[in-house]
């Protein structure tokens, strides 16, 4: 009798004691606007990082993504984050130079060589002071994802030497530096939004556009063009960004669930994208365009061509900021 008393009140205390499983997430839909397609390496991170939430946050955690521009384009969506009327957003950096200036940094011409030494600048001391200059305008950063390497595809002809661009109307990012940079080669640069880009090109509105294979590839651009020039004149973060003002209202385990899972989804991206670049190549040449890379000595004569922007945007970036990542990369390269 006293043995079953005992058991009986143990199992009492264990039942009270006990947290409910979860407790400390709520059910939450984040939304995720995205400028590309499913199809694109960013639906595969966004997978794996929903794998890592479901399991953390036993299934209350749910990201919806949006494709294609569907819920506005990225400085649109970026807003909507900063007055916290949306989660979530992957969207290139460029763009949202208005926002916070040094964010330019990334948009320098030839600035990083390799995708390694973009993801040491990125995950490493420099990514985290970047971070922090967002937090300040209303923005939580997850983490660097991956755009990547961008290249040249026109309609008109191919690229094999700067002269080359000259006269030709070439879409660039909502971004000064990357109007300067294509100015100053001769082409006549058009500042417009990713989500007008694959119109603009079926009309000849435009002539050209710049973007990674793989986008090239899964946003149909190769549909409607015809050469594509592996320049790699500019190496883009994806920013995966979430509205601080919603991430300040969740608890610090649904915070450190979307930081930690965001980690996941990026290696899962980054490492589709190395996969895919080839075969997005592939692609692009099968549906008939000419794919030319430039060669060495044009790609030197081109990169110097283009440090007049450097000096140009210096001050508006921040002479520090630039400076900062100089430096980061001088010991990377050592
Ligand atoms: C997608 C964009 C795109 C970017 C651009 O939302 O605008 O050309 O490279 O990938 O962020």
Same mark, same amino acid.
């Given at each position: 009798?006293?043995?079953?008393?005992?058991?009986?009140?143990?199992?009492?205390?264990?039942?009270?004691?006990?947290?409910?499983?979860?407790?400390?997430?709520?059910?939450?839909?984040?939304?995720?606007?995205?400028?590309?397609?499913?199809?694109?390496?960013?639906?595969?991170?966004?997978?794996?990082?929903?794998?890592? #939430?479901?399991?953390?946050?036993?299934?209350?955690?749910?990201? $919806?993504?949006?494709?294609?521009?569907?819920?506005?384009?990225? #400085?649109?969506?970026?807003?909507?984050?900063?007055?916290?009327?949306?989660?979530?957003?992957?969207?290139?950096?460029?763009?949202?130079?208005?926002? *916070?200036?040094?964010?330019?940094?990334?948009?320098?011409?030839?600035?990083?060589?390799?995708?390694? *030494?973009?993801?040491?600048?990125?995950?490493?001391?420099?990514?985290?002071?970047?971070?922090?200059?967002?937090?300040?305008?209303?923005?939580?950063?997850?983490?660097?994802?991956?755009?990547?390497?961008?290249?040249?595809?026109?309609?008109?002809?191919?690229?094999?030497?700067?002269?080359?661009?000259?006269?030709?109307?070439?879409? /660039?990012?909502?971004?000064?530096?990357?109007?300067?940079?294509?100015?100053?080669?001769?082409?006549?640069?058009?500042?417009?939004?990713?989500?007008?880009?694959?119109?603009?090109?079926?009309?000849?509105?435009?002539?050209? $556009?710049?973007?990674?294979?793989?986008?090239?590839?899964?946003?149909?651009?190769?549909? /409607?063009?015809?050469?594509?020039?592996?320049?790699?004149?500019?190496?883009?973060?994806?920013?995966?960004?979430?509205?601080?003002?919603?991430?300040?209202?969740?608890?610090?385990?649904?915070?450190?669930?979307?930081?930690?899972?965001?980690?996941?989804?990026?290696?899962?991206?980054?490492? /589709?994208?190395?996969?895919?670049?080839?075969?997005?190549?592939?692609?692009?040449?099968?549906?008939?365009?000419?794919?030319?890379?430039?060669? !060495?000595?044009?790609?030197?004569?081109?990169? !110097?061509?283009?440090?007049?922007?450097?000096?140009?945007?210096?001050?508006?970036?921040?002479?520090?900021?630039?400076?900062? /990542?100089?430096? !980061?990369?001088?010991?990377?390269?050592?």
């Amino acid at each position: 009798m006293k043995k079953l008393l005992f058991a009986t009140t143990a199992l009492a205390f264990a039942v009270s004691t006990a947290a409910p499983a979860f407790a400390e997430f709520k059910e939450r839909t984040i939304r995720v606007s995205n400028g590309i397609n499913a199809d694109h390496p960013v639906g595969n991170g966004i997978k794996a990082m929903q794998q890592c #939430l479901d399991e953390k946050s036993g299934g209350k955690m749910k990201l $919806q993504a949006f494709w294609g521009g569907a819920l506005g384009g990225d #400085l649109q969506a970026t807003q909507a984050l900063r007055s916290g009327v949306q989660e979530a957003v992957v969207t290139s950096s460029s763009p949202l130079v208005g926002i *916070e200036p040094a964010l330019g940094v990334f948009d320098l011409p030839f600035l990083f060589a390799n995708a390694q *030494e973009a993801y040491k600048v990125l995950d490493g001391k420099f990514g985290d002071m970047m971070t922090e200059k967002l937090a300040a305008v209303g923005l939580v950063n997850l983490g660097y994802w991956e755009n990547g390497f961008r290249n040249l595809s026109n309609s008109v002809r191919p690229v094999n030497k700067w002269e080359d661009f000259e006269g030709m109307k070439v879409r /660039v990012m909502q971004n000064n530096i990357f109007l300067d940079t294509f100015q100053n080669l001769g082409a006549n640069a058009t500042p417009m939004a990713f989500g007008e880009v694959f119109s603009a090109l079926e009309t000849k509105t435009i002539d050209a $556009q710049e973007n990674p294979y793989v986008t090239i590839d899964t946003s149909k651009f190769f549909e /409607v063009q015809k050469y594509v020039t592996e320049t790699n004149h500019a190496y883009t973060p994806f920013l995966f960004l979430f509205s601080k003002a919603i991430f300040d209202t969740y608890a610090p385990e649904e915070q450190a669930a979307l930081r930690e899972c965001a980690t996941v989804g990026r290696d899962v991206e980054r490492g /589709v994208i190395a996969d895919l670049n080839k075969k997005s190549l592939e692609k692009i040449k099968a549906a008939g365009l000419e794919v030319n890379k430039l060669s !060495e000595d044009e790609q030197k004569r081109i990169r !110097e061509k283009s440090m007049v922007v450097y000096e140009k945007h210096k001050a508006t970036i921040g002479a520090e900021v630039v400076d900062s /990542v100089l430096a !980061e990369l001088a010991a990377i390269r050592k």
